[in-house]
């Protein structure tokens, strides 16, 4: 059986906002069937996904830069180990751990 995970979305739009934390329930691909107002579509369009994450570790950050309130310094990670979904980094100063007011540094785009 299929599930939704959302309302019909009308003609004219052709996007769809999948939400954060949108539970997965086993899933793997997101399908579009488009549906007249006398049967829906038999055959959709799919497209496949990877939910997956992949962390750096053992960061390091030896700050130089002896004057209050500036940094400087080299800092260096273990890139994952599986980096099949990685395309690059992004750098960011946070309030807190949990990423509070970030401020991105760097991308390495």
Same mark, same amino acid.
């Given at each position: 059986?299929?599930? @939704?995970?959302?309302?019909?979305?009308?003609?004219?739009?052709?996007?769809?906002?999948? =939400?954060?934390?949108?539970?997965?329930?086993?899933?793997?691909?997101?399908? =579009?069937?488009?549906?007249?107002?006398?049967?829906?579509?038999?055959?959709? =369009?799919?497209? @496949?996904? @990877?939910?997956?994450?992949?962390?750096?570790?053992?960061?390091?950050?030896?700050?130089?830069?002896?004057?209050?309130?500036?940094?400087?310094?080299?800092?260096?990670?273990?890139?994952?180990?599986?980096?099949?979904?990685?395309?690059?980094?992004?750098?960011?100063?946070?309030?807190?751990?949990?990423?509070?007011?970030?401020?991105?540094?760097?991308?390495?785009?």
């Amino acid at each position: 059986k299929r599930l @939704s995970i959302g309302n019909v979305t009308n003609i004219g739009t052709n996007a769809f906002l999948l =939400v954060p934390e949108t539970k997965l329930k086993s899933s793997s691909s997101i399908i =579009v069937y488009t549906k007249s107002m006398l049967a829906e579509q038999t055959t959709p =369009v799919a497209l @496949s996904f @990877s939910d997956s994450s992949s962390t750096v570790a053992k960061v390091s950050f030896p700050d130089y830069d002896l004057d209050w309130d500036d940094l400087g310094g080299v800092l260096q990670w273990m890139p994952p180990l599986d980096m099949r979904q990685i395309r690059r980094y992004v750098v960011y100063l946070a309030r807190d751990t949990t990423g509070t007011r970030l401020c991105e540094i760097h991308d390495n785009s």
